[in-house]
């Protein structure tokens, strides 16, 4: 079982819906949690960071950790077709990132 | 403007041939990381660096080496390509001392090995 588990499937939407993308993971010494945001044909670029259980807000987008499940979240509200990108969970282990496979949200006008 | 820069931005190489790719950064960051993003495999490690003069194993590094010999510049090295080898390339920096060790990436190298 690979660390960080997300799956890598498309997801469409149209504008206005709410998103949601979640990532599992097994190690429970990850103390940082991440989402990035990789546009076509770009490097990927850090969204959100989380590091307790609970919510983080900013903006239209909310993250979520339940350290308890190992679960995490991330929300879209009022999806735009700027937010169309691949979405990457990543969590901190020591010196190193583990990420996660990656979502491609596509927002439809 | 502060970040990373790759080069080239993509190659076309034959299978067989040596390629450096070409990593700079300009944040002073200590620790510095390549990764292969491969459809369906997401990013995944192939050496990183802590500070100049150390570099570690990632998850993928057979193939691949690199060197630190400064702060700023991390190339990667492919000694005999071949066509497994073909993905798009990250180079990312950040500074790993403490926090949430927020990494930076640059453009990112098209490689494809024939």
């Known amino acids: 079982q690979k660390e960080v588990e997300q799956d890598p499937g498309p997801l469409s939407v149209p504008e206005g819906a709410i998103v949601s993308l979640n990532c599992t993971y097994s190690?429970?010494?990850?103390?940082?949690f991440m989402w990035y945001r990789q546009y076509s044909r770009k490097g990927p670029e850090l969204l959100m960071y989380?590091?307790?259980?609970g919510n983080k807000e900013d903006g239209r987008f909310t993250a979520q950790v339940d350290k308890s499940s190992k679960y995490i979240s991330l929300f879209i509200r009022d999806s735009q077709p700027s937010d169309s990108a691949t979405y990457l969970c990543?969590?901190?282990?020591?010196?190193?990132?583990?990420f996660g496979k990656g979502n491609q949200v596509v927002v439809i006008p | 403007i502060a970040g990373i820069t790759q080069a080239p931005t993509s190659q076309i190489l034959a299978a067989g041939r040596r390629m450096t790719l070409r990593c700079t950064q300009d944040?002073?960051?200590?620790?510095m990381y390549w990764y292969r993003q491969d459809l369906g495999l997401g990013l995944r490690l192939i050496h990183y660096?802590?500070?100049?003069?150390?570099?570690g194993k990632g998850e993928v590094p057979d193939g691949y080496s690199v060197s630190r010999a400064n702060t700023d510049d991390f190339p990667l090295t492919l000694a005999s390509a071949v066509p497994s080898q073909t993905s798009v390339y990250f180079c990312?920096?950040?500074?790993?001392?403490?926090?949430?060790?927020?990494?930076?990436f640059g453009p990112g190298t098209r490689l494809t090995v024939l």
């Open positions: 989380t590091y307790s259980s």
């Open positions: 990312a920096s950040s500074d790993s001392r403490g926090g949430y060790n927020e990494q930076f």
């Open positions: 990543a969590m901190r282990q020591g010196d190193r990132l583990a």
């Open positions: 660096s802590n500070t100049a003069g150390t570099t």
């Open positions: 944040m002073r960051h200590n620790a």
């Open positions: 190690n429970s010494a990850f103390q940082y």
